[in-house]
């Protein structure tokens, strides 16, 4: 098991910025795939970022192409999603995720998952 501490949610306006931050603690986070979902209210939980265990590989959902960039300091344990461009239909909570299979955009296939932070973009 490994624990997931998220942080850096909040309001913004469209078209602004966020980073999301995740630490996690408990297992070598150099070896795991990590990733990024989200959860809009009355939605399933989405795929929206993926990065191999060493930073050098990523994945995004189409939605999210070109506007966030998932990254990972492992170092320091954590985690990254840079969010620009923000539009309102990017409010949802975002959840990072621990996972073991390679760059998987499925969400079964991550075991651990953070405690979500609410991200919300007004007009």
């Known amino acids: 098991q490994v624990q997931l501490v998220e942080s850096g949610g909040g309001l913004v306006q469209a078209g602004g910025s966020l980073r999301l931050s995740c630490v996690a603690l408990?297992?070598?986070?150099?070896?795991?795939?990590m990733g990024w979902f989200r959860q809009a209210p009355g939605k399933e939980r989405d795929f929206v970022a993926t990065i191999s265990g060493s930073g050098g590989s990523t994945k995004y959902a189409d939605s999210v192409k070109g506007r966030f960039t998932i990254s990972r300091d492992n170092a320091a344990n954590t985690l990254y999603l840079q969010m620009n461009s923000l539009k309102p239909e990017d409010t949802a909570v975002y959840y990072c995720a621990y996972g073991s299979s390679y760059l998987s955009s499925r969400a079964y296939d991550y075991g651990d998952w953070g405690q979500g932070t609410q991200v919300t973009v007004s007009s």
């Open positions: 408990g297992h070598p986070f150099s070896r795991a795939t």
